[in-house]
């Protein structure tokens, strides 16, 4: 049984800058969120509650609930093919095939390790995609100058850097004001300093608009820079939910507020790599 789902999901697959999800969808998709409430008691930007998705048979999620709250940053953790892509698919309303319930609050864009931008349209045309209305050009404007890149609006995705390409891939989302940014290893094909930046930008972006997001990634260590709360997927289910007892990760402060070397920080990895069956070196 579908409901017509009250959101807006952009950023998609099949449509990167329209994707809305269908009536059709059989899981089922209502909202708003109502009365549930996140861990802090904020009010959940997202609940899902018995997600499940098996391919040939084989179920790859087998029953995931969860809730992001308002604001909150949420890093997903699994192993290789534990299902983390396919989780945020499910959430995105990009998977026709799942079953289980989402509920989400507001609006939802996506953000893919590649940034999925159409090689035929110019960088304005590409973060403006789907968007109607006498301001978008200002709309638009506006994200590419959040995301540094104000003076690329014409050129083509192909005379852009990978990380340029990713912060337009940023602004296609950002233009659409989420609620919930879900970020599918948004910087796993950066190198790594480019991949700082990245994060750094996020952090300014997430104090700037303050949406939640749900942050899918192999690094630990950038779960625990960034997330409030990490969440371990493992044999379909969310194995584990691993507050980030570091302090408030404060996304307004210039500088990351955690760091490696801090009390506690180092623990924690390595708890998180035991989970994940990363052996110490
Ligand atoms: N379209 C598909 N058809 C068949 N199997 C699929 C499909 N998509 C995913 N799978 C399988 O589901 C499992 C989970 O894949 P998924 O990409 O969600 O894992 P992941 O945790 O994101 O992995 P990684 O960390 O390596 O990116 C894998 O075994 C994968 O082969």
Same mark, same amino acid.
């Given at each position: 049984m579908a409901t017509r789902p009250a959101r807006d999901l952009t /950023? /998609?697959?099949?449509?990167?800058a329209g994707a809305t999800t269908g009536? &059709?969808? =059989?899981?089922?998709q209502t909202g708003p969120a109502g009365t549930a409430t996140g861990p802090a008691g904020a009010a959940a930007v997202l609940t899902a509650r018995a997600v499940r998705r098996a391919f040939d048979g084989r179920p790859v999620l087998a029953g995931v609930d969860l809730t992001i709250a308002a604001g909150e940053v949420v890093a997903l953790l699994g192993g290789s093919g534990s299902g983390k892509s396919t989780l945020l698919r499910v959430l995105a309303g990009l998977d026709a095939d799942a079953t289980g319930e989402t509920r989400l609050r507001g609006t939802a864009a996506v953000v893919f390790q590649?940034?999925?931008?159409? =090689? *035929?349209?110019r960088v304005g045309d590409n973060v403006a995609l789907g968007l109607t209305g006498p301001d978008v050009r200002a709309r638009v404007d506006r994200a590419l100058a959040e995301v540094g890149?104000?003076?690329?609006?014409?050129? *083509?995705?192909? &005379?852009?850097s990978g990380g340029q390409a990713q912060r337009v891939a940023v602004a296609r989302a950002l233009v659409r004001e989420p609620d919930l940014l879900l970020l599918? &290893? =948004?910087?796993?094909?950066?190198?790594a300093l480019t991949r700082l930046r990245m994060q750094s930008l996020l952090r300014r972006l997430r104090a700037e608009h303050g949406f939640a997001a749900l942050l899918v990634t192999h690094d630990v260590e950038e779960a625990l820079l960034l997330a409030d709360r990490i969440l371990l997927l493992d044999g379909g289910v969310i194995a584990e939910e691993i507050p980030v007892d570091l302090g408030p990760a404060d996304h307004r402060a210039e500088r990351p507020a955690r760091s490696p070397d801090q009390p506690g920080f180092g623990a924690l990895r390595r708890r998180l790599l035991d989970r994940l069956g990363v052996p110490a070196v």
């Amino acid at each position: 049984m579908a409901t017509r789902p009250a959101r807006d999901l952009t /950023g /998609g697959v099949d449509d990167p800058a329209g994707a809305t999800t269908g009536a &059709e969808d =059989p899981v089922r998709q209502t909202g708003p969120a109502g009365t549930a409430t996140g861990p802090a008691g904020a009010a959940a930007v997202l609940t899902a509650r018995a997600v499940r998705r098996a391919f040939d048979g084989r179920p790859v999620l087998a029953g995931v609930d969860l809730t992001i709250a308002a604001g909150e940053v949420v890093a997903l953790l699994g192993g290789s093919g534990s299902g983390k892509s396919t989780l945020l698919r499910v959430l995105a309303g990009l998977d026709a095939d799942a079953t289980g319930e989402t509920r989400l609050r507001g609006t939802a864009a996506v953000v893919f390790q590649e940034h999925r931008l159409l =090689p *035929w349209k110019r960088v304005g045309d590409n973060v403006a995609l789907g968007l109607t209305g006498p301001d978008v050009r200002a709309r638009v404007d506006r994200a590419l100058a959040e995301v540094g890149l104000a003076d690329r609006r014409r050129a *083509w995705p192909a &005379e852009l850097s990978g990380g340029q390409a990713q912060r337009v891939a940023v602004a296609r989302a950002l233009v659409r004001e989420p609620d919930l940014l879900l970020l599918d &290893e =948004p910087f796993g094909a950066l190198d790594a300093l480019t991949r700082l930046r990245m994060q750094s930008l996020l952090r300014r972006l997430r104090a700037e608009h303050g949406f939640a997001a749900l942050l899918v990634t192999h690094d630990v260590e950038e779960a625990l820079l960034l997330a409030d709360r990490i969440l371990l997927l493992d044999g379909g289910v969310i194995a584990e939910e691993i507050p980030v007892d570091l302090g408030p990760a404060d996304h307004r402060a210039e500088r990351p507020a955690r760091s490696p070397d801090q009390p506690g920080f180092g623990a924690l990895r390595r708890r998180l790599l035991d989970r994940l069956g990363v052996p110490a070196v």
